[in-house]
């Protein structure tokens, strides 16, 4: 199936810094989705964006619908340890249930 | 928020033996269920998609008689790995949609 690029594929940042990771695909997605994952654990759902140009905002975390709809950003602000997981991006196509995820950009937070 | 449930959370299984997976919407019903594989270091990979009352539609390269997926309810799909094998080991995780997809904490499958 078609996954989604996301970049960096891997953070290492210093407790408080600003984080900002994408994703991009070759083709159009009428929803975007940004999860964070723990080890040995399921995806949780972070950010939910539905219209393109969207910017939503999750207490710490903003995401943005990007405006071709073939792409996404997520930011963290002021990270902190507990930060520290996987991203993930989602795609979803108008109609469909299925969702086709991104690679995945590893975060490690240093205190 | 919606609540998904997945059990067991680690099996670990000989070769050639089969291996059931349960996955639960614990507060919604849901009429589709996803099924993904995760290998080390790796995102998420679609398997099949399960719908209640009917068969499930397997992705291109998943064997529908390796990897058999039941959705007898709305609260419940179940996936059985057949004559499993070591290369079938992997963190399986089932989701639920509800207004979006809600994920299980994963099954950590071990063949030995």
């Known amino acids: 199936g078609q996954q989604l690029n996301q970049s960096p594929q891997s953070m290492f940042i210093q407790e408080g810094e600003d984080v900002s990771m994408n994703c991009t695909s070759s083709?159009?997605?009428?929803?975007w989705l940004w999860y964070k994952q723990e080890p040995g654990e399921g995806p949780v759902l972070l950010i939910a964006?539905?219209?393109?140009?969207e910017l939503t905002s999750n207490g710490r975390l903003t995401a943005q619908f990007g405006i071709t709809r073939k792409d996404s950003f997520l930011n963290i602000s002021a990270s902190i340890p507990s930060d520290v997981g996987i991203y993930f991006c989602?795609?979803?196509?108008?109609?469909?249930?299925?969702?086709?995820f991104g690679t995945g950009t590893r975060l490690t937070v240093i205190p | 928020g919606a609540v998904v449930s997945q059990h067991p959370s680690r099996v670990i299984c000989k070769s050639g033996t089969s291996v059931k997976i349960e996955c639960r919407s614990l507060?919604?019903?849901?009429?589709?269920m996803f099924w993904y594989r995760q290998f080390p270091k790796q995102s998420l990979m679609l398997m099949a998609t399960?719908?209640?009352?009917?068969?499930?539609?397997?992705e291109q390269g998943v064997e529908k008689d390796k990897f058999l997926i039941n959705h007898a309810s709305l609260t419940l799909s179940t996936l059985t790995v057949t004559s499993a094998h070591p290369e079938d080991s992997s963190f399986y995780i089932c989701?639920?949609?509800?207004?979006?997809?809600?994920f299980g904490p994963g099954t950590r499958l071990t063949v030995l």
């Open positions: 399960s719908n209640e009352g009917s068969k499930a539609t397997y």
């Open positions: 989701s639920a949609w509800a207004d979006t997809q809600y």
């Open positions: 083709s159009i997605f009428n929803t």
């Open positions: 507060d919604f019903q849901a009429t589709t």
């Open positions: 989602a795609g979803r196509r108008t109609g469909a249930n299925n969702l086709f």
């Open positions: 964006l539905y219209k393109a140009g």
